[in-house]
């Protein structure tokens, strides 16, 4: 009998508690990270940015041992009690095996973020159990406080009560296959899912809902690396897959995303949702990950369990 790994939960953000805004993949524009800071504290929280968070190495917010510096510090920090992604982009992947795990099992603390984050969300599920956001970058708290991104995920990191995500109508979406199945919701962005397969890091996905979404990835790619997966078996015995926003991922050809992902998995006899507002979109709804969720395509709704205790 299959039994649910139990998440390692951490507390609820109060008024006074200080959130560390670090950056750990791509470089940051200043005015981004001032609102964001603008919105928390408008919350209440007290901010810290972490020393690099600000800085340019190329693609990246720095070099790799300041990257990573930084998301330590802010792990370790008995003060700190969230620790907020200012931006994805890329780089996590090129630190992720020398996050301090010791620190997160001793004091677990609110971690959020999406796309390239989806790294650091496997690596702290897989290594530690702790339940973490995919929820919106801090840079994307520029829509104002009372936008539905920053509303969503204050929500989930100053409450304690479940979030009902709708999908969109059908017939926009394009993928739904009927059911309703229960587990753990896992995953986050497609590329980062695809690109974790052979590292230590790669979930198992039996019994466990499967978050997906991307952007800028047109569908032949997107088909490459839903059928890398299904080739390499992590989707057997999954129990169902939310599918969130697939931004800009159109071609030339007249194939959209929605139709290649409905081809793919429709297939695996699992219900799929498509049209979820989470991922690269206008706006973004904030989710636990490895927690309970209970995903049905007939009523459109995926509804996930809260992450804090």
Request: charged fraction near 20%; aromatic fraction near 4%; include cysteine.
């Amino acid at each position: 009998m299959w039994i649910m790994p139990q998440p390692l939960r951490p507390a609820a953000l109060a008024a006074g508690d200080l959130v560390a805004l670090v950056a750990p993949s791509g470089p940051v524009p200043a005015d981004r990270a001032d609102a964001a800071v603008g919105v928390l504290t408008g919350w209440g929280l007290r901010t810290r940015l972490g020393e690099h968070a600000l800085g340019r190495a190329g693609y990246l917010a720095a070099g790799d041992e300041q990257r990573l510096a930084d998301l330590n510090a802010a792990l370790r920090d008995p003060e700190v009690r969230a620790v907020l992604c200012l931006r994805g982009g890329y780089g996590v992947q090129r630190i992720v095996d020398r996050v301090d795990l010791d620190a997160v099992r001793a004091d677990p603390k609110l971690l959020m973020g999406f796309s390239d984050i989806t790294a650091l969300h496997l690596a702290l599920w897989t290594e530690t159990r702790l339940a973490t956001v995919h929820g919106p970058v801090a840079a994307q708290f520029d829509k104002g406080a009372e936008s539905p991104t920053a509303l969503g995920a204050r929500l989930v990191l100053m409450g304690s009560t479940s979030v009902v995500v709708q999908a969109d109508d059908p017939t926009t979406s394009g993928v739904r296959v009927p059911g309703r199945s229960a587990g753990p919701l896992l995953g986050g962005n497609l590329a980062m899912l695809a690109s974790s397969l052979g590292t230590p890091h790669f979930p198992d996905l039996a019994g466990a809902i499967l978050l997906i979404e991307d952007v800028n990835e047109p569908p032949y790619k997107i088909d490459r690396m839903l059928t890398h997966l299904i080739r390499a078996g992590v989707l057997a015995g999954i129990a169902g897959i939310a599918v969130g926003q697939f931004t800009e991922c159109e071609d030339g050809f007249g194939v959209g995303a929605a139709e290649v992902i409905a081809e793919r998995l429709a297939p695996l006899g699992v219900p799929v949702l498509g049209g979820l507002p989470i991922g690269h979109g206008d706006q973004h709804v904030a989710v636990g990950l490895g927690v309970p969720a209970v995903l049905d395509a007939h009523a459109g709704t995926l509804e996930v369990a809260p992450v804090c205790r």
